[in-house]
């Protein structure tokens, strides 16, 4: 999984409640991404990170915050999650250098339901 | 119209046959393409990338690339049961910087 680490791997919440995950990498590349895959929408872009407290949306951030402290970690956070979110959510990476393409490397993923 | 657009499949192959996966994209000024294999419950894990019209290959995967016709395709040679899988096709478009967007991916069977 290319040294990325997603914590917690399965998660179960109640609508209403706040959610973090965690991303970890320790390849100490600088952009990073939050994707949410659903059966029938594929890989939706949440959020992405192109530094130290460099963030932008993707196409569905609605209802979804991010925040990058460090290079290594970023956090996505349901402020108050719905039954609309459940999905199952992928971290990325990836580095943009000489004789690179922007391949992105993905985490283990976490497996979240809103009850 | 979807910007990356695969047929869902599933595709159905003898084991030891050629599959066949393409991927078609909507921006014209895309950049670079990837191929993910996706295994059922598992994380998308990147097999192949292509930038240049034609072909390149590695090991039993091939990549063509036809930015005028705006498709892009994956051969699987002498597909075997573990290359069952799902494949997502992943574009770089022109204006996204360094985002990618996804196709729904194509699900492969290889059947022995």
């Known amino acids: 999984d290319a040294g990325i680490t997603q914590s917690p791997r399965h998660k179960v919440t109640e609508t209403g409640t706040p959610v973090t995950l965690r991303c970890h990498q320790t390849?100490?590349?600088?952009?990073m991404y939050w994707y949410r895959q659903d059966p029938g929408h594929g890989l939706r872009l949440i959020h992405y990170?192109?530094?130290?407290?460099?963030?932008d949306k993707g196409e569905v951030s609605d209802g979804y915050s991010v925040s990058r402290s460090k290079t290594e970690d970023f956090l996505l956070t349901l402020e108050s999650a719905t039954s609309s979110q459940t999905s199952v959510y992928f971290c990325?990476?990836?580095?943009?250098?000489?004789?690179?393409?922007?391949?992105?490397?993905f985490g283990p993923g976490t497996r979240l339901t809103v009850l | 119209q979807k910007e990356v657009e695969q047929n869902s499949g599933p595709l159905s192959v003898p084991e030891g046959a050629i599959a066949s996966l393409n991927c078609t994209y909507s921006?014209?000024?895309?950049?670079?393409f990837f191929w993910y294999r996706q295994y059922s419950g598992k994380s998308p894990e990147l097999i192949m990338f292509?930038?240049?019209?034609g072909d390149k290959e590695d090991g039993r995967f091939t990549a063509q690339l036809n930015k005028a016709s705006q498709y892009v395709s994956l051969l699987i040679r002498d597909s075997q049961p573990s290359d069952s899988a799902t494949y997502l096709c992943?574009?770089?478009?022109?204006?996204?910087?360094?985002?990618?967007?996804f196709g729904g991916g194509t699900r492969v069977l290889v059947k022995p």
């Open positions: 990325a990476i990836s580095e943009v250098l000489s004789g690179s393409y922007n391949e992105q490397f």
């Open positions: 390849e100490n590349h600088r952009y």
């Open positions: 990170s192109y530094g130290v407290k460099d963030t």
């Open positions: 921006d014209r000024g895309s950049q670079s």
């Open positions: 292509i930038y240049s019209n």
């Open positions: 992943a574009v770089n478009p022109q204006a996204a910087g360094n985002k990618l967007t």
